[in-house]
């Protein structure tokens, strides 16, 4: 009887552990089936991933959505393609550019890029000038010039022209968590571009991203715009380019493990 105990009681251990294999195997499936989205700095001034090179200016990937997106191309195309081979990024995923505004060090690296995938949608500004917008479309990309908002893909919207001075365009994606904001210099200035962002999708703002344009700010400049950051109920903030190391330092002490430190080669993973 003793005999038949122990090898029923070895049988039932054997089921438990193929059954606990069975369901671990399905909630790593389920893992993976979840929708993400990855946002990869591929050019910035501040320094990430050592085997990048830094330079004044802005560029990062999007993947994971509809489209694969690139928001803002640096300031020069060698080290655009040269970080984006380091990270190996293929040029020819590509399918849209947004550039943000027309300051060389945004969209300094386009012609290039255009050299190496010239088979994708350019959203820029309506407010380019002409010779800009020639240039762009004699590689053979189609142009589209944004003035209002408008969707780019599914879930991702440009604010569209925003700003007196410098016209500018942010990008807007839609995730579980709300809205993720993505920034090239906010010479509307950030917390407008918050604004702005929040009424588009009538939602709350989960992560802005980004330069901030507070470079050269005081101390006291700077705490009111973090204070106006947390009256929007803006979660989470990874502020790189122009935004300033007085300014980075001051997000990270009010945002603690909110603030995220983005530099050339973070790669910052987002549920959509
Ligand atoms: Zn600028
Ligand atoms: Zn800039």
New binding site residues.
């Given amino acids: 009887m003793k005999r038949v105990t122990l090898v029923w009681l070895i049988l039932c251990l054997l089921l438990m552990g193929a059954l606990m294999q069975a369901c671990g195997g399905k909630e790593g499936e389920k893992d993976h089936e979840e929708a993400l989205m990855a946002v990869t700095i591929v050019y910035d001034n501040y320094e990430y991933d050592p085997r990048l090179k830094t330079a004044w200016?802005?560029s990062c990937l999007i993947e994971g959505l509809e489209e694969t997106v690139l928001f803002d191309t640096g300031g020069d195309s060698a080290i655009l393609l040269g970080n984006m081979r380091a990270l190996g990024i293929d040029p020819s995923g590509i399918d849209v550019i947004v550039l943000s505004h027309i300051?060389g060090?945004?969209v300094g690296g386009l012609f290039g890029l255009l050299a190496e995938n010239s088979a994708v949608k350019v959203i820029l500004p309506e407010s380019f000038p002409a010779n800009f917008k020639d240039e762009a479309r004699a590689f053979g990309a189609e142009l589209i010039e944004v003035h209002e908002q408008m969707e780019i893909c599914s879930g991702v919207y440009s604010t569209g022209e925003l700003g007196s001075g410098i016209k500018e365009q942010s990008l807007v994606i839609k995730t579980k968590k709300g809205s993720v904001v993505i920034t090239?210099?906010a010479h509307p200035g950030v917390v407008n571009i918050v604004r702005k962002a929040k009424a588009l999708l009538d939602t709350q703002v989960y992560l802005v991203m980004g330069?901030f344009h507070m470079l050269g700010m005081g101390e006291n400049q700077i705490e009111a715009v973090i204070a106006q950051f947390k009256e929007e109920g803006v979660q989470r903030v990874a502020p790189c380019?122009?935004s300033g190391d007085l300014t980075r330092e001051l997000f990270q002490e009010v945002y603690g493990e909110d603030f995220i430190e983005v530099g050339a080669g973070k790669i910052v993973e987002l549920e959509r």
Avoid: Q, R, S
């Fill in positions: 200016g802005f300051h060090d945004h090239g210099c330069g380019h122009c």
